[in-house]
């Protein structure tokens, strides 16, 4: 296939993603070679129809009518981009957890993930991503909603965990998802079980 017609492919599919997609290099690659698709996305990037956010990592931009810019790239698409080109599991951690939660309105200084990967720091428009190594069983062995669960207690600590707390994240859980909560959690730290199966609990309100 002539690189013209890459071009056009790789240019058709961005043309079919909403704005503010985040998507890889390896998002093409049934489409064409690497160093095709590396000089499709880099004439792109020149005339402004997408963004270079991070090495490997681009965004189709969406524009803020009242800012008259684009705006900054999401930090959790990003994250999950970087996660994906690197083939990491990953998990809210910290204030990112807590604020995902809904137990912290706060913007979080830092987005924090916990990782199967190495330990890894990002930057772009003046926002933060850091990635930590943790114990595989605690990523990989859980689904995304358990994870969050798991590391929003952790961020908040024993001593942090009231009923309010236990409340809000029972309404965030279908019977379904508190029994996965439940089978998949067993593991974990003795004090974040115990306030797990207080949030499972079917009389929660």
């Known amino acids: 296939m002539?690189?013209?017609?890459?071009?056009?492919?790789?240019?058709?599919?961005?043309?079919?993603?909403?704005?503010?997609s985040i998507f890889v290099t390896s998002d093409f690659?049934?489409?064409?070679?690497?160093?095709?698709?590396?000089?499709s996305l880099s004439r792109l990037t020149a005339s402004g129809k997408i963004r270079r956010i991070l090495r490997g990592i681009y965004d189709k931009p969406?524009?803020?009518?009242?800012?008259?810019?684009?705006v900054a790239a999401d930090p959790a698409k990003v994250a999950?981009?970087?996660?994906?080109?690197?083939?990491?599991?990953?998990?809210?951690?910290?204030?990112?957890?807590?604020?995902?939660?809904?137990?912290?309105?706060?913007?979080?200084?830092?987005?924090q993930y916990v990782s199967d990967g190495p330990y890894k720091e990002y930057s772009y428009d003046n926002i933060h991503i850091t990635f930590r190594r943790t114990s595989n069983k605690e990523v990989t062995g859980y689904t995304y909603k358990t994870g969050l669960?798991?590391?929003?207690?952790?961020?908040?600590?024993?001593?942090?965990?009231?009923?309010?707390?236990?409340?809000?994240?029972?309404?965030?859980?279908?019977?379904?998802?508190?029994?996965?909560?439940?089978?998949?959690?067993?593991?974990?730290?003795?004090?974040?079980?115990h306030y797990i199966k207080e949030i499972c609990k079917e009389n929660s309100e």
């Open 2 to 20: 002539e690189r013209t017609k890459y071009q056009a492919i790789i240019e058709q599919r961005i043309d079919e993603m909403k704005p503010g």
């Open 29 to 39: 690659a049934d489409i064409a070679p690497t160093a095709a698709i590396n000089m």
């Open 62 to 70: 969406r524009f803020s009518l009242l800012l008259n810019e684009p």
């Open 80 to 111: 999950y981009a970087i996660a994906r080109n690197n083939r990491w599991s990953v998990i809210p951690m910290g204030d990112t957890a807590l604020n995902l939660l809904m137990l912290s309105t706060q913007v979080p200084a830092v987005y």
């Open 149 to 193: 669960i798991v590391q929003g207690l952790r961020a908040l600590g024993k001593e942090s965990v009231n009923d309010e707390v236990i409340n809000i994240l029972s309404r965030q859980l279908s019977s379904e998802e508190k029994k996965q909560l439940l089978a998949e959690a067993q593991g974990t730290t003795s004090w974040i079980f």
